[in-house]
Structure formats: C-alpha cells, structure tokens
C-alpha cells in the first residue's frame, strides 16, 4: 500500500481546519485544537502503518461529516 505524500497529508490538514471553521453545532476551538495536537504528534510518525491509519481517519471523517 501507498503511503500518503507530503502534498496530501497537508492538504488533508487544510480540508480539515476549513471543515472546523463551518461547524456550528460543536465548540470549534476544541475540534480545531485537536486537529492541530494530532498533526502534531503525528508529525514525526514513521511507521508506514500508523501514518496511513491516521490519514485515513482523517479522511473517514470529512467523507461522513462526523466527529471521531
């Protein structure tokens, strides 16, 4: 399996933050902190396995609108 490129895992990160910014029934400052605390994290992530489980996370939820 192919591992998410630099490109996409930022561009991820950009969805994301936009999708925090247009929610109206959950606190905002809290779902756009926890996205930036996970990418941070995760920032130095090597194992192959764990990058790909959170970049799909990731898009799992934009893809369903919902909040993990």
Avoid: W
Avoid at 14 to 22: A, D, E, T
């Amino acid at each position: 399996m192919l591992q998410p490129s630099r490109q996409q895992i930022l561009r991820l990160y950009k969805h994301l933050i936009r999708y925090g910014n247009q929610l109206q029934l959950t606190d905002k400052s809290y779902f756009l902190g926890r996205v930036r605390r996970e990418f941070r994290e995760n920032c130095q992530e090597t194992e192959a396995h764990k990058i790909d489980f959170s970049f799909k996370r990731g898009e799992t939820l934009l893809r369903n609108g919902r909040i993990l």
